[in-house]
């Protein structure tokens, strides 16, 4: 049996991620979850459980072989609160997974589906690799929405015009 190293660097890199992820699903109200800044744009609401959702599929990728779009859960909130609460249990899964996976796993292949139809097969360490990035590529979306809902946007990477504690 190796070692868990691989699952620990993406475990680090989610970590890395959570705090200010947290902070943005945290403000987001469900008055505004219809919002488009355009027509081809996702609505918020989609945006927001997607990112709240995104560690889940963390886990997903070293439990299963695949996720079928088509038969994947629904979460649907009844508050704010309860869009925060799904994160910080997606992040619990994620961590778990991500603390226990042997590398070998991670070789294996792992199929993103829609209605049984394979849509893209690669290593679980790839899906890894990407899902990390597509979060915090939706969560910086999410942003650009909050801004313009005039939503304060929280410190990320840095102080945020909305939070300048100088």
């Not at 081809?40 to 945006?47: A, C, N, Q, R, T």
């Not at 991670?106 to 597509?134: A, C, D, I, M, R």
């Amino acid at each position: 049996m190796s070692q868990t190293t691989v699952g620990k660097t993406y475990l680090k890199e989610l970590e890395a991620e959570v705090t200010a992820t947290r902070k943005c699903l945290e403000r987001i109200p469900l008055e505004v979850y219809k919002f488009k800044p355009h027509e081809s744009s996702m609505e918020m609401g989609y945006l927001t459980l997607l990112v709240a959702d995104i560690p889940r599929w963390m886990a997903l990728i070293v439990e299963q072989a695949d996720i079928d779009f088509a038969t994947d859960e629904r979460f649907t909130p009844a508050t704010a609160e309860d869009v925060v609460k799904r994160f910080d249990e997606n992040v619990q899964r994620a961590k778990k997974a991500l603390s226990n996976v042997q590398d070998e796993t991670l070789q294996e292949t792992f199929s993103l589906k829609n209605s049984g139809q394979v849509l893209y097969s690669s290593p679980k360490l790839s899906q890894l690799e990407q899902t990390v990035n597509h979060m915090v590529h939706h969560r910086g979306q999410l942003t650009v929405y909050m801004r313009m809902n005039k939503i304060a946007v929280p410190s990320i990477y840095g102080p945020s015009a909305d939070e300048r504690n100088f």
